[in-house]
C-alpha cells in the first residue's frame, strides 16, 4: 500500500515512520522503504488484507502520480458481501480507475466490475507487447461511410486486406458468399475519416479483457494509451489510440 494511517492521517511510507494502521483493516502495519523496492506499508506477518491486491510496481505508481492524493487508494465497501476494497484511483466524478499488472480470471473481473460500478481499466501491456501487433487503420465506425462495410480481421504477415458492402449483399447470412473488395480501393476515404481505430493481431491473448463490461485500455509505454473496442455489430474487435495526456487530463488527472 502506498498509503497508511499515522494519527488519524493517510501517510506515505518513509523510513521514519514507526506506528501506522491499515486504512482497510486498521491492523498494524509497517514501512518498506528498501533501496532496491518502491516504498510503501506491509502488513506485520500476514497476507494483505484486500484478496484483490497485487504487489505495486512503479508502473502504478506513475499512473497515480497523475491523480491528486486524495484520490488514490480510495477503500470501497461491497454491499453483498459485506468485503471492503482499495480503489486505485477514486475520481472526483467518482469513477474508479484500476491499475492492473498481473493476470485476473473473469469471476474476479466480473466481482470488481460491480463493485467499483462507473469504472475503467489501465491495463499494463508491456509483458504481451512483443505479441500484440497494431495493424492497418479503420474509419470511424460511426460515419456514414463506415456503416455499409464490413472489414475481416487481419493477421500479420497475411498479405492484403479485405471488406465487403451490405448494400451489394442485402441478405447475407453467416454462411453466405459475398463479394471481397480489396482495402486499398477505399484508402483515402478510411484516412479522412479515421480518428484512431486500428485492427489488430493478439498472439496468446489475455482473452478475459474480451470479457469486461468496462472501459479497458492497454498501455504499451508509449504516448498513447489504446482502447479495446467491438468495431461494429458483427464482434469485430479493434483498439482506439488516445493519446495518454489527454486520457488523464479526460479523467481528471494532470
Same mark, same amino acid.
Given at each position: ?26 491492523? #498494524? ?11 510503501? @506499508? ?10 484483490? @491486491?497485487?504487489? $505495486? ?9 497523475? &491523480?491528486?492524493?486524495?484520490?488514490? $487508494? ?24 484500476? &491499475? ?12 470488481? $466490475?460491480?463493485?467499483? %460500478?462507473?469504472?475503467? @481499466? ?9 505479441? &500484440? ?23 500479420? %504477415? ?64 508509449? #504516448?498513447?494509451? @489504446? ?7 458483427? %464482434? ?16 481528471? %488527472?494532470?
Amino acid at each position: 500500500m502506498q498509503y497508511a494511517l499515522v494519527d488519524g492521517e493517510r501517510r506515505l511510507a518513509s523510513p521514519e515512520s514507526s506506528s501506522a494502521v491499515c486504512c482497510l483493516c486498521e491492523g #498494524p502495519v509497517r514501512p518498506k522503504c528498501g533501496s532496491r523496492i518502491v516504498w510503501h @506499508w506491509a502488513h506485520h506477518a500476514r497476507p494483505h488484507c484486500d484478496t484483490w @491486491w497485487e504487489p $505495486e510496481s512503479e508502473w502504478h505508481r506513475a499512473w497515480k502520480a497523475h &491523480f491528486p492524493e486524495s484520490w488514490r $487508494e480510495q477503500v470501497q465497501f461491497d454491499p453483498l458481501t459485506g468485503e471492503k476494497h482499495i480503489a486505485d484511483v477514486r475520481t472526483a466524478s467518482s469513477t474508479a480507475i484500476e &491499475f492492473q499488472n498481473s493476470p485476473m480470471t473473469p469471476e474476479e473481473l466480473a466481482s470488481r $466490475e460491480a463493485v467499483y %460500478g462507473t469504472m475503467v @481499466w489501465v491495463v499494463n501491456g508491456l509483458s504481451f507487447k512483443s505479441s &500484440f501487433n497494431i495493424l492497418g487503420a479503420l474509419p470511424d465506425p460511426s460515419c456514414e461511410f463506415a456503416r455499409d462495410l464490413c472489414f475481416f480481421p487481419q493477421r500479420v %504477415g497475411f498479405l492484403g486486406r479485405g471488406f465487403w458492402r451490405k448494400s451489394e449483399n442485402p441478405n447475407t447470412g453467416p454462411r453466405d458468399l459475398v463479394r471481397i473488395h480489396s482495402v486499398d480501393k477505399i484508402a483515402e476515404q478510411v484516412r479522412a475519416n479515421h480518428i484512431g481505430h486500428h485492427l489488430f493481431d493478439w498472439r496468446r491473448p489475455r482473452s478475459v479483457w474480451y470479457l469486461s463490461s468496462k472501459p479497458v485500455y492497454f498501455d504499451f509505454h508509449g #504516448p498513447e494509451v @489504446w482502447e479495446l473496442q467491438k468495431y461494429d455489430e458483427r %464482434g469485430l474487435m479493434a483498439v482506439k489510440r488516445h493519446d495518454k495526456m489527454t486520457f488523464v487530463s479526460s479523467l481528471g %488527472g494532470a
